[in-house]
T-cell receptor
């Protein structure tokens, strides 16, 4: 059974600092997704990573995928308050149909 | 382009009742999947439909069912509601359920009393 683990689960940081969220998964997969969720809101797609070594960046967020280590990272550069949210990674088992297994989520709070 | 639309936004039911939730995918999207989100269990996959066929199902009891119509709209039904069914139910759509982005709706917040 596929398991997806994120760490840390809670992260409080100051504006301007850099930090990384880690996502480990237990079985082979080439499809990894990152989502953002604001309180009371739905999930917003951030990145789709489809191959080993994939790196995608948007604004202050950069995601990477190492399928051999079964590890993805979401790096935040020079954090700003607007990035406060819960971030989820999800791995697609894709057995003929898209089925995502989500991590527990990382609640990120960025303080001025 | 309109996003994924879920109705109703909020729902309050009592134990033993049944409920039907609706999801309209983004125009042109043929894959619709459903997820349950609770504080304790997190986000869990319920099922996925493509061209009116259920292609995959998560580990939920038979009380949870769904269907997809020819226009790709989907409904999910929960019968004999239990307190533990209280959750945010999220619908997501994609073009064909492959390696594309999943677009999520705002969800239906179900409270079972």
């Amino acid at each position: 059974e596929l398991k997806v683990e994120q760490n840390p689960l809670f992260l409080s940081m100051q504006e301007g600092k850099n930090y990384t969220i880690y996502c480990n998964y237990s079985t082979t997969s080439d499809r990894l997704y990152w989502y953002r969720q604001d309180p009371g809101k739905s999930l917003e797609s951030l990145f789709v990573l489809l191959s080993n070594g994939a790196v995608k960046q948007e604004g202050r967020l950069m995601a990477s995928l190492d399928t051999k280590a079964r590890l993805s990272t979401l790096h935040i550069t020079a954090a700003v308050h607007d990035l406060s949210a819960t971030y989820f990674c999800a791995v697609d088992t894709f057995q003929g149909a898209q089925k995502l297994v989500f991590g527990q989520g990382t609640r990120l709070t960025i303080n001025p | 382009k309109a996003g994924v639309t879920q109705t109703p936004r909020y729902l309050i039911k009592t134990r033993g009742q049944q409920v039907t939730l609706s999801c309209s995918p983004i125009s042109g999207h043929r894959s619709v999947s459903w997820y349950q989100q609770t504080p304790g269990q997190g986000l869990q996959f319920l099922f996925e439909y493509f061209s009116e066929t259920q292609r995959n199902k998560g580990n939920f009891p038979g009380r949870f069912s769904g269907r997809q119509f020819s226009n790709s709209r989907s409904e999910m039904n929960v019968s004999t509601l239990e307190l533990g069914d209280s959750a945010l139910y999220l619908c997501a759509s994609s073009l064909a359920g492959g390696d594309e982005k999943l677009f999520f709706g705002s969800g239906t917040q179900l409270s079972v009393l």
